[in-house]
């Protein structure tokens, strides 16, 4: 591991009121990096796969922390996602309060887990629950939005400057916390805000409001946006038409979140985000229209606005999608629309049992992280349902989906962080109907079948839930790992062979392919089970007839494979 320097720090964290002093390894700063179109967050100046979950968090801390550890554990984390709230941060103007800040890192390190932090501000589910009472009394300085008809709404303006510049303190004195208190970087990233928008007017209509959406569009977001209209300098109207109210909301509270962002950035430059309530991405209904099909929150970094996003706020690094979709078309839909070649994909929430193996979905589009949400058992002791002996239980039922997956990838973390960063892995899920998937690798294809398998035919798991990734290790060896599916390999011939010439493939015992005239059959010169121990994968035992002679078969049991082959 490199050591930039070694610091004394001076532990913000008090133990019986006396401060903790010790001397802390100063650690790289965690940050994200492009290199051929793919993206990683490094870690220890290294690809580093967030293995997440994000506690239920609409309840005070840090009194609810015993109940979420042992369902981390039990999940198999490398790190936690947790809420700071402005109002419990800043009780009264300028007094900061940091002792949760100070128990989340004292207790993540007992845990030995990274945070990543919700800077709950402004606006949490787009509204200004969080913040400080001394600023919801007073709502001529700090006004919420005003609808079309004049009237309150449940939502802050982002056009209010003392609002902005309350949010940019306090997290700033958030974020110099952060630095002075952890050198050993147990926080990862930090959200700005969360979910932001609106919920009950498309836009803000108060008098601020109105002057600048009748004033002219800044020019930076029309060239982002490619806009071409008569005028040099069209106001919002004759620049986007129809999505004017929509657009000009997404920029306003952009721009603002990206002032918080910047200002923060300013005195620890982490890796911040902004995560998005999504819209139905193929049938969304109107923005901010309450009681509408379809309504969705307006603002916010939706699918359609990114650009703007991206123009408004470039101290945020990731624009992250809180995949919830029910209909499994439209939540990959959604993994596909956010991972951008300006946007690395992330997923800071997600949920849906039945959602578990898309988990592998957005392993295959490169993700630095997932999250699911509330697995934890401070929301099943909120349910009045159950009595306390169940409340305190591990609900195995609702966790596992989820723990199988961080079970199986988490001893190679490291390594399929990395292999994906090089663009070597390719990872799928079952999906209603689509039983069969190749995946090609050069002169390899690997072809993954969900649900009992023939000739590598499947027939689909009763319910979906296969998931498998495949990752190039040389040029005839591969990691295979997964659940519910059969994995095997099929030559695919040179480049040059597969755009001259029509290969055949073959369906006989060992998958084949008619190339030059000649039938290729893929053999198994090596089946290892094993497992990665510090970067270096220790064979357990080796597999071979039954076992491999149909393909190899994945169960329930978190199974990792190194496969060697060849051609007879
Ligand atoms: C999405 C929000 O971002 C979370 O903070 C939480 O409120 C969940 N919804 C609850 O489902």
Same mark, same amino acid.
């Given at each position: 591991m490199k050591l930039t320097s070694v610091v004394l720090a001076a532990l913000a964290a008090t133990l019986g009121g006396a401060s903790l002093y010790a001397q802390v390894e100063e650690r790289p700063i965690p940050?994200?990096?492009?290199?051929?179109?793919?993206?990683?967050?490094? *870690?220890?100046?290294?690809?580093?796969? +967030? $293995?997440?979950?994000? #506690?239920? %968090?609409?309840?005070?801390?840090?009194?609810?922390?015993?109940?979420?550890?042992?369902? +981390?554990?039990? /999940? %198999?984390?490398?790190?936690?996602?947790?809420?700071?709230?402005?109002?419990? &941060?800043?009780?009264?103007? =300028?007094?900061y309060d940091y002792t949760m800040i100070d128990t989340l890192l004292t207790e993540a390190r007992q845990?030995?887990?990274?945070?990543?932090?919700?800077?709950?501000?402004?606006?949490? %589910?787009?509204?200004?629950?969080?913040?400080?009472?001394?600023? =919801?009394?007073?709502?001529?300085?700090? @006004?919420?939005? *005003?609808?079309?008809?004049?009237?309150?709404?449940?939502?802050?303006?982002?056009?209010?400057?003392?609002?902005?510049?309350?949010? =940019?303190?306090?997290?700033?004195?958030? +974020?110099?916390?952060? =630095?002075?208190?952890?050198?050993?970087?147990?926080?990862?990233?930090?959200?700005?805000? %969360?979910?932001?928008g609106s919920w009950g007017s498309v836009r803000d209509?108060?008098?601020?409001?109105?002057?600048? &959406?009748?004033?002219? *569009?800044?020019?930076?977001? $029309?060239?982002? +946006?490619? #806009?071409?209209t008569v005028s040099p300098s069209p106001n919002w109207q004759q620049a986007f038409g129809p999505d004017a109210d929509e657009y000009f909301h997404a920029w306003s509270v952009a721009r603002y979140i990206g002032q918080v962002?910047?200002?923060?950035?300013?005195?620890?430059?982490?890796?911040?985000?902004? !995560?998005?309530? $999504?819209?139905?991405p193929f049938n969304p209904g109107p923005p901010g229209l309450p009681g509408a099909i379809? !309504?969705?929150?307006?603002?916010? @970094?939706?699918?359609? *606005?990114?650009?703007?996003?991206?123009?408004?706020?470039?101290?945020?690094?990731?624009?992250?999608?809180?995949?919830?979709?029910?209909?499994?078309?439209?939540?990959?839909?959604? $993994?596909?629309l956010y991972h951008r070649d300006d946007n690395a994909l992330f997923v800071p929430e997600t949920g849906g049992a039945d959602k578990a193996r898309f988990f592998f979905s957005a392993l295959g589009l490169q993700t630095i992280g997932f999250a699911p949400f509330g697995l934890d058992y401070t929301h099943r002791a909120a349910d009045r349902s159950l009595n306390q002996a169940d409340a305190s239980r591990p609900q195995e039922e609702f966790l596992t989906p989820w723990a199988m997956n961080y079970r199986l990838v988490g001893p190679m973390q490291r390594e399929i962080a990395r292999l994906n960063f090089e663009g070597k892995l390719q990872a799928v899920a079952e999906e209603q109907g689509k039983v069969t998937r190749t995946l090609p690798f050069g002169s390899w294809n690997a072809i993954v079948s969900f649900g009992a398998a023939r000739n590598n035919r499947g027939a689909g798991n009763p319910k979906p839930a296969g998931r498998a990734l495949v990752a190039q290790l040389g040029d005839n060896q591969f990691l295979v790992a997964g659940y519910f599916c059969h994995v095997d390999f099929r030559p695919a011939g040179t480049e040059q062979q597969r755009t001259s010439q029509h290969i055949v493939e073959g369906t006989q015992q060992n998958p084949s392919a008619l190339?030059?005239?000649?039938?290729?059959?893929?053999?198994? /010169?090596?089946?290892?089970?094993?497992?990665?121990?510090?970067?270096? &994968?220790?064979?357990?035992?080796?597999w071979n007839g039954d076992e491999t002679d149909w393909g190899l078969d994945f169960s329930s049991e978190p199974v990792v494979l190194r496969v060697t082959l060849g051609i007879y």
């Open positions: 940050h994200l990096v492009k290199k051929e179109g793919r993206y990683a967050l490094f *870690v220890d100046d290294a690809p580093y796969l +967030m $293995l997440g979950a994000q #506690v239920h %968090n609409s309840s005070s801390w840090p009194v609810e922390l015993p109940k979420v550890w042992p369902a +981390m554990e039990y /999940l %198999n984390v490398n790190t936690v996602e947790m809420p700071i709230y402005w109002e419990q &941060f800043e009780p009264q103007p =300028k007094q845990h030995r887990v990274h945070l990543v932090l919700l800077w709950f501000g402004t606006w949490k %589910n787009g509204s200004q629950h969080y913040m400080p009472e001394w600023t =919801k009394l007073d709502l001529t300085r700090y @006004p919420h939005m *005003v609808d079309r008809d004049g009237q309150a709404v449940d939502s802050p303006s982002p056009h209010a400057a003392a609002s902005l510049d309350a949010d =940019k303190s306090a997290f700033t004195a958030f +974020m110099r916390h952060l =630095k002075e208190s952890d050198p050993q970087r147990t926080v990862l990233m930090v959200q700005v805000e %969360n979910e932001a209509f108060s008098q601020a409001a109105q002057k600048l &959406f009748e004033g002219p *569009v800044p020019t930076e977001l $029309l060239s982002a +946006m490619r #806009v071409k962002a910047a200002a923060g950035k300013a005195v620890y430059p982490l890796p911040m985000y902004a !995560n998005a309530a $999504l819209r139905n379809g !309504n969705y929150e307006s603002g916010g @970094p939706t699918d359609n *606005v990114i650009s703007i996003w991206k123009a408004a706020a470039p101290a945020l690094d990731i624009l992250a999608p809180d995949d919830y979709q029910d209909d499994p078309a439209a939540y990959l839909n959604v $993994l596909e190339i030059d005239g000649k039938w290729q059959h893929r053999q198994f /010169l090596r089946v290892e089970e094993g497992t990665y121990e510090d970067g270096v &994968f220790k064979p357990i035992r080796i």
